[in-house]
């Protein structure tokens, strides 16, 4: 069925709004959000600039209400993060969201995707415990060790275990544009093969907001 706007495109010749992203509009629940993670959260490798900037800039509510406590070079069993986001929780709002993007450090540490796995779900249901709505990202393709078979593993694990996480930002999907094995080289993509540019945050962003719409509508 065709929008009251779509109909009007097609009679006066408004301009039609297929294919354009906007901001959200509609009224959504106050949230109060803890971002987890690690260097890729916290930007050190594009200015201090992350998805998280790129997800308050497109969701305005979340502005001021947004703590990013990721700490570069960290892996999933930091339960620091998780005491800071706990430390973080505010009962006044409708929604807490912790949102967890680990696991390039904790391959490059040797552990295996089982491994990784349950660290992040113990991280996740402690967060839950204290009343947290759980993010989770998928890995995004990592150079500096051979981490394809670690990441699609662990991506499968995830998704093959709803039980600890609300929502998955599926950044390590292979399909995806940042996913994909060969993005790790695409220098308009990431810096190093590791860290995404500017752009490449700005292509991750989308599929965060997303999420936010989804849980906060």
Same mark, same amino acid.
């Given at each position: 069925?065709?929008?009251?706007? @779509?109909?009007?495109?097609?009679? %006066? ?5 297929? !294919? ?18 690690? &260097?890729? $959260?916290?930007?050190?490798?594009? $200015? !201090?600039?992350?998805?998280?900037? /790129?997800?308050v800039a497109a969701f305005p509510s979340l502005s001021g209400n947004t703590h990013n406590i990721c %700490? ?8 620091? @993060?998780?005491?800071?986001? @706990?430390?973080?929780?505010?009962? &006044?709002?409708? %929604? ?10 904790? $391959? +490059? /540490? ?9 660290? +992040? /779900? ?6 839950? !415990? ?26 499968? +694990? ?41 752009? $490449? ?6 599929? +965060?907001?997303? !999420?936010?719409? &989804?849980?906060?509508?």
């Amino acid at each position: 069925m065709l929008t009251r706007r @779509q109909l009007l495109a097609l009679v %006066v010749g408004l301009p039609p709004l297929y !294919g354009r992203r906007a901001k959200p509009r509609m009224a959504f629940k106050s949230c109060n959000w803890c971002a987890l993670g690690t &260097s890729i $959260g916290a930007g050190n490798y594009n $200015g !201090g600039v992350s998805y998280v900037d /790129k997800v308050v800039a497109a969701f305005p509510s979340l502005s001021g209400n947004t703590h990013n406590i990721c %700490v570069p070079g960290s892996s999933c069993d930091d339960m620091g @993060q998780v005491s800071a986001a @706990q430390a973080l929780y505010d009962r &006044s709002k409708d %929604v807490n969201i912790a949102s967890l993007e680990f696991g390039p450090n904790d $391959g +490059l /540490k040797g552990k295996s995707a089982e491994a990784f796995v349950a660290d +992040l /779900k113990t991280a996740c249901l402690a967060l839950r !415990g204290t009343g947290f709505t759980i993010m989770v990202s998928s890995m995004l393709p990592c150079a500096s060790y051979d981490s394809e078979a670690f990441r699609a593993s662990s991506r499968s +694990l995830i998704l093959a275990d709803p039980s600890f996480w609300d929502y998955l930002v599926d950044w390590g999907n292979t399909e995806t544009t940042m996913g994909g094995e060969a993005a790790k080289n695409d220098t308009l993509l990431y810096s190093d093969g590791v860290h995404p540019t500017d752009h $490449g945050y700005n292509l991750m962003e989308p599929q +965060l907001t997303a !999420g936010f719409v &989804s849980l906060l509508a």
